[in-house]
């Protein structure tokens, strides 16, 4: 069930990578320097979440660190498909925090599957999982894509988003 759960997630998150530079452009009329910006902002974030991940380790409840990961890039998208055209640092800020949080949804999956898949079997369950995401970026790009394309981008944000939501109060319950 995680890992349809994370698939899922990758589905919805991969997305945004590749329109992150369209938001800038279209959305907040900037450029090259500004995407950029957006782009080490999320690198940041990342490594943040990482070190965050790394020291503190978790918690007990790793499914459930994966489930309101997935809220915090939900209510962050979200918002990013709200802001006002002149709003491009918020865009910066929430971007990093999103990514903060994204470092929160891959990180404990690996733990999780050795903690609960019996040993002879966890190298199946490892490439199952590894392919499940690797299949589910592409796949949510050209989806995205499109879906960006047709509702516009500002718009997809917030429908992106409101798919993370659900997917992390699925997870979580």
């Known amino acids: 069930i ?12 991969a997305p945004l990578g590749a329109i992150f ?11 090259g320097y500004m995407a950029s910006v957006v ?4 690198g940041v974030g990342m490594i943040a979440g990482s070190i965050v991940l790394m020291a503190w380790g978790g918690g007990k409840r790793l499914a459930g660190l ?3 990961a997935s809220l915090i890039v939900g209510v962050t998208t979200t918002a990013c498909g709200f802001l006002a055209p002149t709003m491009f640092w918020a865009f910066v800020a929430l971007c990093a925090v999103m990514a903060l949080a994204c470092s929160w949804f ?17 190298g199946r369950a490892l490439g199952l999982a590894m392919a499940a995401m690797g299949l589910a970026s ?6 995205g894509g499109v879906a960006a394309e047709a509702m516009g981008v500002a ?17 979580y319950l």
């Not at 369209?22 to 009329?29: A, C, K, N, P, R």
């Not at 592409?138 to 989806?143: H, R």
């Open 39 to 42: 782009e080490a902002a999320f």
């Open 21 to 31: 530079p369209l938001m800038t452009y279209d959305h907040f009329g900037g450029d």
């Open 138 to 143: 592409p796949v949510g790009i050209a989806i």
């Open 106 to 122: 891959n990180g404990p999956l690996i733990t999780l599957i050795q903690r609960n898949v019996p040993e002879e079997k966890t």
């Open 66 to 68: 994966i489930a309101v």
């Open 155 to 171: 718009a997809f944000f917030v429908a992106d988003g409101l798919v993370c939501i659900a997917l992390g109060l699925t997870v």
């Open 2 to 13: 995680l890992i349809a759960g994370i698939t899922i997630g990758m589905m919805a998150f």
